[in-house]
């Protein structure tokens, strides 16, 4: 994991995410904070907020990312006839993709918002709404939260999901990833 590669450009990316700071969103649909449900927000509170999610590519028996890397960009490139930008759902273990500092055990969902290639790396931009998964991201959410922990019912603060996930300037927000293949 890692900053933004050199030469990646941000602004499409925020543009496709942008719609999880709208009005209308919850927090708990695009932010974790508590309670494993992150099947569920993958599966269908994310959908419900205007895109489409891939079935789940289970890292956690044969596939790898290094496998299954070319089916993935494919289908998070594509947009034609599909309803919403398209997000590729994987399934792996909780502490996968750099997520060394999660409180969650067991299977983890997260979500590939887009693929690239810099100076011949290939790399999957990961949106991992889990708050606890870095201490960046656990930092992050200390202070865009002040030290208070929301409920299930809060509206989606457009701050929050700027601190968290759109990030500031060529940044993406500490629950965007970058994870090289």
């Keep these: 994991m890692c900053k933004t590669p050199t030469g990646y450009k941000t602004a499409s990316l925020k543009e496709k995410l942008k719609r999880l700071a709208e009005k209308d969103v919850k927090l708990a649909d695009c932010i974790q904070w508590k309670g494993a449900d992150c099947y569920n927000r993958a599966m269908n509170k994310i959908p419900k ?27 998070v490139s594509k947009t034609p006839g599909f309803k919403g930008p398209r997000l590729s759902v994987l399934k792996s273990n909780a502490k996968w993709g750099g997520a060394e500092k999660s409180k969650f055990t067991g299977f983890h969902y997260s979500l590939v918002v887009d693929t690239g290639s810099v100076s011949g790396k290939r790399f999957l931009v990961i949106y991992d709404p889990d708050v606890t998964a870095t201490a960046k ?8 939260t002040k030290g208070t922990i929301p409920d299930d019912k809060t509206a989606v603060n457009p701050e929050i999901v700027k601190k968290m996930i759109l990030g500031e300037g060529d940044e993406m927000g500490p629950l965007i990833r970058f994870h090289y293949v």
């Design 137 to 144: 991201s656990q930092a992050a959410w200390k202070s865009a």
């Design 49 to 75: 907020l205007g895109f489409t999610c891939s079935k789940p590519i289970d890292l956690t028996g044969k596939f790898t990312i290094e496998t299954t890397f070319h089916t993935i960009s494919e289908y």
